[in-house]
């Protein structure tokens, strides 16, 4: 029996790839969708974290990292900053 609060209508959304997310509910927010191919669709930068997946599937995203353990938001930032 599927849990209750799964919406099959959703879940099938989200394994084509379509995330409906409004701008207004993910404004200055993360959001994690396996394999990051939400954040790339959505034009985020996006940090793949080899953990669900080998860091060679996760080529698509604009930096990978075996672990976001001892991380927060300013090393995530300079991830992102220009040498």
Known sequence: MPPRHL???QSRRYAEYRYDFSRK???G???LVPGGAGGL???MKVVGVAHSYPAERLQAAHRVVDSLVGMDATSLRGLFESP
């Open 25 to 27: 509910a993910i404004a």
């Open 29 to 31: 927010r993360v959001v």
């Open 41 to 43: 669709g959505a034009g």
């Open 7 to 9: 919406d099959p209508e």
